[in-house]
């Protein structure tokens, strides 16, 4: 049995999606799938699916959808791999193997990527990142978040995969890879123009490409989006960085050098 919440919220098993009933209990099991292997305080789900202003009925809800989710998950032929839904005060635990849910098996990706750049293996880093983020289907309980659902942990996951894909993109920069990612560096600092560390990338790959004079457009763009939106001058490293390229400081063309 397998979990995925980085897209629509989706169990299967052998590759077959199971029923996961209404968005109330989809709701349910998937921040319990967010917290997987911990206690969750029955009023901490309260205020997740109802926004801390719920019906009066909604603790017995949620004792509905608790036991639909487990008979979801006994569903599962195989005994070794069933997670388990217990309650403990003062709430639920969802106990599971986290290598069977996509949020997990990315995060631990991540880190073996980190790993790979921290050791000098930049090739490894990108493949590892590379496999981290392909399991990602669109954002994190995308059918949740089209009902309105706006938890904090979704905040944060979105942010991880912003943070694994700048890991990526340096890994990418530090093998020489600048021409390639440049298109893709162009999307996502147009999607993200007050993220620092992309617009650095994207400066530092068009500088390398040749294009001196659209990294410092870039610089440009990125500072007025800064004053404008927060009030704030560009950070330090992407004021050097500009300053190195008016400069034409040939160092930077070096990938081992990037960042």
């Known amino acids: ?16 999606p199971l029923e996961l009933g209404g968005i ?18 029955t009023s901490q789900l309260l205020h997740a699916i109802w926004d801390g202003n719920p019906p009066p009925t909604a603790r017995k809800m949620i004792q509905n959808a ?5 008979r979801t998950l006994n569903a599962n032929t195989d005994p070794t791999t069933t997670p ?6 003062p709430g639920y635990q969802l106990r599971i193997d ?14 073996e990527g980190r ?41 944060a996951i979105e942010d991880e995969r912003l943070s694994a894909i700048e890991d990526r993109l340096e890994a990418e920069l530090a093998c020489g890879r600048h021409r390639e990612i440049t298109p893709e560096l162009e999307i996502l600092t147009a ?7 992309l617009c650095h990338q994207f400066m530092l790959a068009l500088y390398r490409s040749g294009r001196q004079v659209d990294a410092l457009r870039v610089y440009r ?13 560009p950070g330090r490293s992407l004021q050097e960085l500009q300053h190195r390229i008016l400069e034409h400081d040939t160092k930077i063309q070096i990938p081992a050098l990037a960042g």
């Open 115 to 155: 790993q790979a750049i921290a050791t000098n293996n930049p090739a490894h880093a990108a493949e590892l990142l590379y496999q981290g983020l392909s399991l990602w289907r669109g954002r994190a309980l995308a059918d949740l978040v089209e009902t309105g659902i706006t938890w904090s942990e979704l905040t």
């Open 84 to 89: 388990t839904l217990h309650t403990y005060a």
């Open 1 to 16: 049995m397998h979990f995925s919440v980085l897209g629509s919220t989706e169990v299967t098993e052998d590759n077959t």
């Open 191 to 197: 999607a993200e123009p007050m993220r620092e560390r």
């Open 24 to 41: 109330r209990q989809r709701a349910i099991l998937g921040y319990l799938i967010l917290n997987a292997n911990k206690v969750v305080p």
């Open 66 to 70: 608790v036991s639909a989710i487990r």
């Open 98 to 111: 986290t290598e069977t849910i996509d949020l997990y098996r990315f995060r631990r990706l991540v880190r």
């Open 221 to 233: 763009r990125t500072r007025e989006a800064l004053v404008d939106g927060l009030g704030l001058e």
